[in-house]
């Protein structure tokens, strides 16, 4: 069986400035039937960029007639070989994932076998950024990245009762229906964008309703408005800048999150206390995750936007007062940090495992409230 086993793939860089390469350096160990590397050999290679899946289309061919070192290794320039189908240059590596399909005679000729096709994992950026005109007097860097940019267009259909957007990366409008009550069908919801999203609340049916950029659809999820005034009590959006938002049902008692990764919603009980039903935690943001403090059930509660779940961290109040002695949670980089100076120990929600950890530390013998603080240093 004739073999080529990949052992590193790297992608050359440039700045956009600078005379942009067409090609990525590719390094592989070439085997012969025998499975022993063809140690100083002729070899050829074919090289295949396919588009989408592993069977996609065939995008581009070329082919490397190359000599091994005394172990095998042979280094190929892709996109600088021997054109044979399809042009390198011409190939939109912004658009959809890219399969790469390698095939070897390690004889030197052309009866190729197949040793694999996989997934490039990296956009080789220099050839994206080569799409920019930067050699033309009339272009210039900023208006090429501005237009590079898409935005989502929207309006209301008062009369149709629908909210329409524009998808500008597909071209296509999507609408959503609100309702507007049964006294005057010239109300309307208030629309919010952000980040390309596009949310509104329907208070006559009690939901918030977000379309996404990034799925291209719309997802609701229900409120309740009391029992009281179930037409003017509305919850408060608050959108974070990758497209997360958040919102409080206080009727419910829940925090209700919208995962602008999975798009889909996700909800949090919290507990109110037995005197106050409008008393409600307040949502506390760090990065792309939200966090907030249940005083009533003493614990600090977070929802990851990367695992997509919530995570709670009890404290504790101490004797004397249990409703109202609560930490105080500061934030960084999407973790979350406060101390239970009863039980003395730091608890730090962490962002890139998911998980709260905690440390106990000494108060010494005379003052059982002095505790240490916290300070961060930023990795790469």
């Known amino acids: 069986m004739k073999k080529l086993y990949t052992f590193l793939l790297a992608l050359m ?110 956009v080789p950026y220099a050839m994206t950024a080569s799409k920019v005109d930067v050699t033309s007097p009339a272009s210039s860097v900023a208006d090429d990245i501005v237009e590079g940019k898409s935005t989502n267009h929207f309006f209301t259909d008062k009369y149709d009762s629908k909210v329409y957007v524009l998808n500008s990366k597909t071209g296509t409008w999507s609408s959503q229906t609100y309702n507007v009550g049964y006294t005057n069908n010239n109300t309307t919801p208030e629309i919010t964008a952000k980040n390309g999203n596009i949310m509104f609340i329907d208070r006559y049916d009690g939901k918030v309703y977000i379309f996404s950029s990034r799925s291209g659809l719309w997802a609701s999820q229900p409120y309740s408005a009391g029992y009281i005034n179930n037409n003017n009590t509305t919850p408060s959006l608050f959108s974070l800048s990758n497209g997360s938002t958040l919102f409080i049902d206080k009727y419910d008692h829940k925090m209700y999150v919208y995962n602008y990764t999975n798009g889909t919603w996700s909800g949090q009980e919290f507990n109110i206390g037995y005197t106050n039903n409008n008393i409600v935690p307040t949502a506390i943001a760090s990065g792309s995750n939200f966090a907030f403090v249940d005083k009533y059930e003493h614990s600090v509660t977070v929802y990851n936007t990367k695992t997509m779940d919530w995570k709670t961290q009890v404290f504790n109040v101490g004797y004397y007062n249990n409703n109202l002695d609560s930490p105080s949670v500061t934030v960084s980089n999407g973790n979350f940090i406060f101390t239970d100076r009863y039980d003395h120990k730091i608890y730090i929600f962490n962002s890139k495992t998911g998980n709260w950890t905690s440390q106990e530390y000494n108060i010494g013998y005379l003052n059982n409230s002095t505790a240490p603080t916290v300070a961060g240093s930023e990795t790469n």
Request: net charge positive; aromatic share 8%.
């Open 13 to 122: 860089t440039a700045t956009l400035f600078a005379q942009i390469p067409q090609g990525f350096t590719y390094q592989a160990i070439a085997f012969n039937a025998s499975g022993n590397p063809v140690a100083n050999g002729n070899v050829t290679v074919r090289i295949s960029i396919l588009n989408n899946a592993a069977s996609g289309n065939n995008l581009y061919t070329e082919t490397h007639s190359k000599t091994t070192n005394s172990k095998g290794l042979i280094n190929l320039n892709i996109g600088q070989g021997t054109p044979v189908s399809g042009s390198f240059s011409g190939i939109n590596w912004a658009l959809n994932s890219k399969f790469i399909k390698v095939e070897i005679d390690p004889a030197g000729g052309t009866n190729y076998t197949s040793v694999g096709t996989n997934q490039l994992m990296s």
